[in-house]
């Protein structure tokens, strides 16, 4: 029974120690830019708490940004998909598969932090991440690299 208790405690605490959370922070412009082209997450996270902060000082209704990630081969469907999805739905279609993690869309002075699983990253993997708010991603865009 000891022996039991050892060696099941023993897994648990591999499992845990095996678990890791890394913390990505990107920021967003007036000028429809984020601060970063590219954004890096190891390949032993298993979580990534992400950061997006507004430095402008318009409001979300006229330069709100968000954070959206994507295979990259998706991003321009999802985009559309979210322009009709509308600033109810943070510019996001509401169950929209092909999309990884997503923020709420803020103005400017605003920051908001979302916590995303790797589970759906494949090392070596072609994602996106870009603003959903219309008329932004074509151009507020960049990659996400994972491994």
Request: net charge positive.
């Amino acid at each position: 029974m000891k022996t039991c208790f050892l060696a099941c405690a023993g897994v648990l605490l591999a499992g845990a120690a095996q678990a890791r959370t890394c913390a990505l922070t990107i920021g967003s412009t007036d000028q429809m830019q984020f601060d970063q082209a590219e954004l890096k997450v190891a390949a032993d996270c298993t979580t990534v708490e992400l950061t997006l902060q507004h430095t402008g000082q318009l409001p979300a209704t006229a330069m709100g940004h968000n954070w959206v990630l994507t295979e990259t081969a998706a991003m321009r469907s999802v985009a559309l998909a979210g322009m009709n999805a509308g600033v109810a739905a943070n510019y996001v279609k509401p169950g929209d598969e092909r999309v990884i993690a997503a923020t709420p869309v803020i103005g400017g002075g605003a920051s908001t932090k979302i916590s995303f699983s790797t589970a759906k990253l494949t090392k070596g993997g072609d994602y996106s991440f870009f603003c959903s708010f219309p008329g932004h991603w074509s151009v507020m865009k960049g990659k996400l690299v994972f491994g």
